[in-house]
């Protein structure tokens, strides 16, 4: 099986690393020093699930890459769209493309640009970055990939993709209704996003006070209404079971948003908060926690140079 990675950043470089670890011929898409890197000293995984040196293929051309059977896309969301025009001489007729990017509208993006057919739907939960150039470092002991076909059947590539997993050391499974999957995880993304950027601490004291506490369930409780007014098959108490989850988190874990926020790097926040706003002002669904974030984040959506530069 031949996996083309685009964007070998924590999710794209970890899952990626495990499938060629399980025997499949996986190529990854990078850039700059860290693609420097990967060629010359191959992909290193450090993890306390088991540590891992790869020799690999590496390119900033994904169409010296291909044919591919699985094309797994982990760019962030904003390279969305040049990344799908760079991937278009590797979609053959029997190629599937999984989108593992956060957001709830990443699928919709590759329909544009895909045949419908190569699309499936796809979540990941790791928590993992680019350590120094050439090494993803994973932590915690959660690393699981869920994906499906949005009809809900059967098919012969996710049992073959999840078999490939399975060989690999990934926790995977194939869900019947991906598209309740993505909300799922959607749902706790914005909550852990937006306030462990828009209060700078990680998950452990947010929870932990009462106010904070309070203002994480309501942000996700928006979601939850915005997604069940799109018709989505959710809970009305999966903001609480989000919640309880949330309890079970390290205190010291945060999100990648935050870790952005800190480095002075691009938020995904118009497709987080911001698309929740946007989608609940399309359905009519009033969300005001999430526009506030939306707002207390405004300076900083384009990094901190930007910001720098308007000032």
Same mark, same amino acid.
């Given at each position: 099986?031949?996996v083309?990675?685009?964007?070998?950043?924590g999710?794209g470089g970890?899952?990626?690393?495990?499938?060629?670890?399980?025997?499949?011929?996986?190529?990854?898409?990078?850039?700059?020093?860290?693609?420097a890197?990967?060629?010359?000293?191959?992909?290193?995984?450090?993890?306390?699930?088991?540590?891992?040196q790869?020799?690999?293929?590496?390119?900033d051309?994904?169409?010296?890459?291909?044919?591919?059977?699985?094309?797994?896309i982990?760019?962030?969301?904003?390279d969305?769209?040049?990344?799908?025009?760079?991937?278009?001489?590797?979609?053959?007729p029997?190629t599937?493309?999984v989108?593992?990017?956060?957001?709830?509208?990443?699928?919709?993006?590759?329909r544009?640009?895909?045949?419908?057919?190569?699309?499936?739907?796809?979540?990941?939960?790791?928590?993992a970055?680019?350590?120094?150039p050439?090494?993803?470092?994973?932590?915690?002991?959660?690393?699981?990939?869920?994906? #499906?076909?949005?009809?809900?059947?059967?098919?012969?590539?996710?049992?073959?993709?999840?078999?490939?997993?399975?060989?690999?050391? &990934?926790?995977?499974e194939?869900?019947?209704? &991906?598209?309740?999957?993505i909300?799922?995880?959607?749902?706790?993304?914005?909550?852990?996003?937006?306030?462990t950027?828009?209060?700078?601490?990680?998950?452990?004291? &947010?929870?932990?006070?009462?106010?904070?506490?309070?203002?994480l369930?309501?942000?996700?409780?928006e979601?939850v209404?915005?997604?069940?007014?799109?018709?989505?098959?959710?809970?009305?108490?999966?903001?609480?079971?989000?919640?309880?989850?949330?309890?079970?988190?390290p205190?010291?874990?945060?999100?990648?948003?935050?870790?952005?926020?800190e480095? #002075?790097?691009?938020?995904e926040?118009?497709?987080l908060?911001?698309?929740?706003?946007?989608?609940?002002?399309?359905?009519?669904?009033?969300t005001?926690?999430?526009?506030?974030?939306?707002?207390?984040?405004?300076?900083?959506?384009?990094?901190?140079?930007a910001?720098?530069?308007?000032?």
């Amino acid at each position: 099986m031949r996996v083309v990675v685009i964007g070998t950043g924590g999710v794209g470089g970890y899952f990626g690393g495990r499938l060629a670890q399980g025997g499949c011929d996986v190529r990854f898409v990078a850039r700059g020093e860290h693609l420097a890197a990967l060629r010359e000293h191959g992909l290193r995984i450090e993890s306390k699930l088991g540590d891992l040196q790869l020799a690999v293929r590496a390119s900033d051309d994904a169409a010296s890459l291909g044919p591919a059977d699985f094309i797994l896309i982990s760019v962030k969301l904003w390279d969305t769209e040049t990344a799908l025009q760079a991937i278009a001489p590797l979609v053959g007729p029997e190629t599937a493309v999984v989108s593992f990017q956060n957001g709830v509208e990443k699928e919709e993006i590759l329909r544009r640009h895909l045949p419908q057919r190569a699309v499936l739907g796809g979540v990941s939960y790791v928590s993992a970055k680019i350590l120094r150039p050439g090494v993803i470092s994973q932590s915690g002991a959660m690393q699981k990939l869920v994906f #499906g076909e949005f009809d809900g059947s059967a098919s012969d590539r996710t049992a073959a993709l999840l078999d490939a997993c399975k060989r690999g050391g &990934i926790d995977a499974e194939i869900s019947p209704d &991906i598209t309740r999957a993505i909300w799922e995880k959607f749902i706790f993304l914005v909550g852990l996003s937006a306030v462990t950027t828009a209060m700078r601490s990680t998950i452990g004291p &947010i929870r932990g006070n009462g106010r904070t506490r309070s203002f994480l369930l309501d942000v996700m409780r928006e979601v939850v209404a915005v997604g069940r007014a799109q018709g989505v098959h959710l809970e009305e108490d999966l903001a609480e079971k989000q919640l309880a989850f949330c309890d079970g988190l390290p205190p010291g874990m945060t999100s990648s948003m935050h870790t952005d926020l800190e480095a #002075g790097r691009r938020l995904e926040l118009d497709w987080l908060s911001g698309g929740v706003t946007e989608l609940g002002r399309l359905a009519g669904v009033s969300t005001p926690l999430n526009r506030a974030v939306c707002d207390i984040l405004a300076l900083h959506t384009q990094g901190r140079n930007a910001n720098s530069q308007a000032g």
